[in-house]
Each structure stands twice: as structure tokens, then as C-alpha cells.
């Protein structure tokens, strides 16, 4: 709730699940979940990653859940679909007064249910379709229903000017160059997850409860946040030079006073 107090305004929400792989039988919740970077299903835990953002500007991390699978869910940590924890987020986020732009998800978050929860909520998102969603289209002057596959089986390479097919579907009331804007900005927080993962060290905590894993979690976000605000003040700083700087600043109000 502070994040959202302090948060920039007019920027979209980004939902996103994120693999920390952990090894060793002796921490609490460790899965097998599946890790696009392997291409491949890896030992540990899966979070669930909001945040705010916006294209141009750097990404406003805002939490780091616990997303358990079912069989490893307990009444602290409840199961969820990707669709019921997106919604929860959601009304978190506006329950609290912020006044949402859209939320921007991939097409694991967009079951029909969820999408009716949004559209009741009256909150705008850009999704990305999946490849087996049957969509109505005119082809050759005959009304048809296909799959995106399918349809994009239609225009290969040799005839279509762009390609590989990603299919977005959006209730923005805008055009169609802020709907790529709002896509292009969601990607930004899959940067924010390798600064947590190779230099903030997210995936290094060896503590064996769930409840200490998601609290080192939520302490990489902290440091985060401390290293966009340097990044703000000085915007051709790398991240890199950016996190030394919030560092040395930190290191320095530990001290108390100087030895002769």
C-alpha cells in the first residue's frame, strides 16, 4: 500500500508469473514450475510479479506474491489460478484509490471469466491472444470461425508484410499505436526480473521457510524501487552504476561517526 502511495500516476498495471529456482528438498513450496528462459519446467517456486508501467520511463514494481500449486497451497497461501490472482491484484489496486490506465497480461491470465471480471470492474486491458482462441472473420466473403492459428496459417511469410503473428485484443478506448505502446511497455518488466534474479540476488535465499522466501523477495523489490529512484534523478545512468550509487548512499547512513 505505500508503494501505491508513492507511485507515479497514469501508468498501466503489468501482471506477470516469475520462476526463482531453488535446489534442496528443505525449502517450504519448491515445485516444479516451468521457466520460459529454460524452455523447460525447473525446481522452485512460482511468484506472482505486479507492477506499474508505462512506455519510456522505468518499470514501478509493486509486489511479489506467492502463487503455490495446488498441491502444495495451505490456508495462508491459498491456491489460485493465474486469472483469480490477476483479479485480486486488480481490485487491490483499486480499492486503494489508484486510478488504473489499463492492465496489460499474457494470455496464460486471459480466461473468458476473468475477462467478463474485468469488463465488470470497468477496467481496460490489452491481452495477448491464444493460438487455439476461435475468432469470427470474413474471408473471401464467407463468415468464418477460426483459430488464431489458423488464421494466421492464412497469411505466411511470403504474403504478409510482418511476421511472427501475435495477436493482441484490447478494451483501451484508444488506437491501435497506444494498445503496441501498452504491450511494449509490459516487457519492461521482464527486465525488472533479471535485475532481481542477477543482481539483487532473488533467487540466493537459502532460508527453508516459505514465509522468510517471500519476505527476501519482497526486500529485492525495496532495492529496486531505491535504485530507480537514483536512475530518475540521473536517467543515463546503466542499472548497473544506478544500484552501486543507491549502495554507497545506503552504506553511508549506517554510519554513526568517524575514528581519527
Known amino acids: 500500500m505505500e508503494r501505491l502511495r508513492l507511485a507515479p500516476r497514469g501508468m498501466y498495471l503489468g501482471v ?17 514450475v516451468y521457466s520460459s528462459s529454460d524452455k523447460a519446467p525447473v525446481w522452485g517456486h512460482n511468484l506472482l510479479s505486479s ?16 502463487f503455490p500449486s495446488a498441491a502444495l497451497a495451505s490456508e495462508p497461501y491459498a491456491y489460485r489460478t493465474p486469472g483469480q490472482a490477476l483479479l485480486q491484484t486488480v481490485k487491490v489496486v483499486t480499492e486503494a484509490g489508484y486510478d488504473l490506465k489499463g492492465v496489460v497480461f499474457d494470455n496464460q491470465f486471459a480466461g473468458q471469466v476473468h475477462l467478463a471480471g474485468l469488463c465488470a470492474q470497468n477496467v481496460p486491458f490489452v491481452a495477448r491472444a491464444r493460438l ?3 475468432v469470427g472473420v470474413e474471408l473471401e466473403g464467407e463468415a468464418r470461425h477460426l483459430s488464431i492459428r489458423e488464421l ?10 510482418y511476421y511472427k503473428l501475435i495477436v493482441l485484443f484490447s478494451t483501451l478506448p484508444t488506437g491501435v499505436q497506444e494498445v503496441i505502446a501498452a504491450w511494449k511497455a509490459r516487457w519492461d518488466l521482464e527486465r525488472v526480473h533479471r535485475l532481481l534474479k542477477q543482481n539483487l540476488g532473488l533467487c540466493k535465499c537459502l532460508c527453508r521457510s516459505y ?8 526486500l529485492t523489490l525495496t ?37 581519527a
Do not use: F, M
Open 16 to 32: 506477470d508469473l516469475v520462476p526463482v529456482e531453488h535446489q534442496g528438498c528443505w525449502i517450504e513450496g519448491v515445485d516444479r
Open 51 to 66: 507492477g506499474l508501467v508505462r512506455l519510456g520511463e522505468p518499470p514501478y514494481p509493486l509486489s511479489l506474491e506467492g
Open 132 to 134: 487455439n482462441q476461435k
Open 152 to 161: 494466421g496459417e492464412q497469411y505466411p511469410p511470403s504474403k504478409a508484410r
Open 211 to 218: 514465509a522468510a522466501q517471500l519476505k527476501h523477495a519482497d
Open 223 to 259: 532495492a529496486l524501487l531505491c535504485i530507480r529512484e537514483q536512475k530518475q534523478l540521473s536517467p543515463a545512468l546503466s542499472w548497473r552504476k544506478a544500484q552501486l550509487l543507491s549502495a554507497q548512499s545506503l552504506r553511508r547512513q549506517l554510519l554513526t561517526g568517524l575514528s
